[in-house]
């Protein structure tokens, strides 16, 4: 089975634009979707991007995901950053089987 | 739209098992995936396995292999995980979520709330 590296943690300012990478460990980035999970504290977690770069309903278009096959990562982009948007954010992709990897998590700080 | 409610927090002993259930509204549930997540006090997302009510068939981590069971009551609409053995490591918020065709996971249940302590 492969893993989904993210950082532990990113810092940006209200109006900026922040990245977060999740670097999949062995096997290819483009082989399997990637999908990116917002958590606020206490609650349940919501898709912000699935099938690499869609996104569902309601979600702003500031929430973009993206694949790079060179550095075998996905990331997610945020612009026009909002204090709201304060939270965790997991990536997740699945393997040749069909089960499921999440990401460690990466906490997002809106200073 | 499909809502999932799960069963309210647990307490259990070292050793015993638990029972969780999530019952869905809105839609099909027999045309679902439902999967089962856990996060532990803190730390992250941690996939378990799923169910296809349809097929009636369950597939596990491997982590969990033979200690979990995910079953489904099409009559009811509501899935269930059970686990057993259970021991400290296993506190953890539980969530339901409906899994979708490009596994990915919308909506999830509130989440529930098992705690093991002696």
């Known amino acids: 089975n492969f893993m989904l590296t993210q950082p532990h943690s990113v810092s940006e300012s209200p109006g900026k634009t922040v990245t977060i990478s999740c670097t999949r460990s062995s096997g290819s980035i483009a082989s399997n979707y990637v999908q990116w999970y917002q958590q606020r504290p206490g609650s349940s977690p919501t898709t912000v991007t699935y099938e690499d770069n869609l996104r569902p309903s309601g979600v702003p278009d500031r929430f973009s995901g993206s694949i790079d096959s060179s550095s075998n990562s996905a990331s997610l982009t945020i612009s026009g950053l909002k204090t709201e948007d304060e939270a965790d954010y997991y990536c997740q992709s699945y393997d040749s089987s069909n089960h499921v990897v999440f990401g460690g998590g990466t906490k997002l700080t809106v200073l | 739209q499909v809502q999932l409610v799960q069963s309210g927090a647990e307490v259990k002993k070292p050793g015993s098992s638990v029972k969780v259930s999530c019952k869905a509204s809105?839609?099909?549930?027999?045309?679902?995936?439902i999967s089962w997540v856990r996060q532990a006090p803190g730390q992250g997302l941690e996939w378990m396995g799923r169910i296809i009510p349809i097929l009636g068939i369950a597939n596990y981590a491997q982590k969990f292999q033979g200690r979990v069971s995910i079953t489904a009551d099409k009559s009811t609409s509501t899935a269930y995980m059970e686990l057993s053995s259970l021991r400290s490591e296993d506190t953890a918020v539980y969530y339901c979520a409906r899994e979708s065709s490009g596994c990915w996971f919308d909506p999830w249940g509130q989440g529930t709330l098992v705690t093991v302590s002696s």
């Open positions: 809105g839609g099909t549930f027999s045309s679902y995936t």
